[in-house]
Nanobody
Framework: QVQLVESGGGSVQAGGSLRLSCAAS??????????MAWFRQAPGKEREGVAV???????AYIDSVKGRFTISKDNAKTALYLQMSSLKPEDTAMYFC?????????????????WGQGTQVTVSS
């Protein structure tokens, strides 16, 4: 059974940094042949993909976070991370860790069957 638990959210001022973590369990197959991702959802908006990383370590980002966010994983600890720097008020959202059992990463919410409960990030100006 796949379980994902996020942590590391909080409140920061614009320009600050946060590091989100996602502790994963039961993800043996995903670790070797899957994709993990960070999504976010702001109030009144649809959930959107922020960054993805495949089993080979290849990464991709949405344009609005390129150069500011870094997704990484620790296979030994089965953990996923999102280092966020130069945060902006528009980054304010609930951030979710997600996983799918496919080597092809996707930006679509419906393509990920496994989700964490989310961690709130609030950036003030």
């Amino acid at each position: 059974q796949v379980q994902l638990v996020e942590s590391g959210g909080g409140s920061v001022q614009a320009g600050g940094s946060l590091r989100l973590s996602c502790a994963a369990s039961g993800v043996g197959n995903i670790r070797t042949n899957g994709c993990m991702a960070w999504f976010r959802q702001a109030p009144g908006k649809e959930r959107e993909g922020v960054a993805v990383i495949d089993s080979g370590g290849d990464t991709a980002y949405i344009d609005s976070v390129k150069g500011r966010f870094t997704i990484s994983k620790d296979n030994a600890k089965t953990a996923l991370y999102l280092q966020m720097s130069s945060l902006k008020p528009e980054d304010t959202a609930m951030y979710f860790c997600a996983a799918r059992e496919s080597r092809v990463c996707s930006w679509r919410v419906s393509h990920y069957p496994y989700w964490g409960q989310g961690t709130q990030v609030t950036v003030s100006s």
